[in-house]
């Protein structure tokens, strides 16, 4: 039960980095540079994109064991969940912004 509630705060740290690194004025610059290089591509431009990248990064750091499994495969499978939680919450903190003409 303990490995839900990390996943859970994980998918929270992931939306609010990915979200803050793909949306805010302050990382425009870097998104732009990303942008021009064929290596990078688009990784900045997309939330959902970049969350994968991120809750990969917080799997290997944090070590959520969330199946069971394999370690390899439970951490892949365990970052791909924190990934798609912290989509909603990316879209959500996305309509919000929207909600108030930011």
Known sequence: ME???HVFY???AVASISFTVTETKIFEPL???TNSKKILGGLLS???CFGH?????LVALYQPRLFHF???VDYFFS???IAWFSAYQWILMCWLMD???K
């Open 3 to 5: 490995a839900i509630g």
């Open 10 to 12: 994980l998918s929270f």
């Open 31 to 33: 998104r732009a540079w």
């Open 46 to 48: 997309c939330g959902y």
């Open 53 to 57: 990248w991120v809750a990969f990064g």
């Open 70 to 72: 394999w370690w390899l």
């Open 79 to 81: 970052a791909l969940v």
């Open 99 to 101: 909600k108030v003409g």
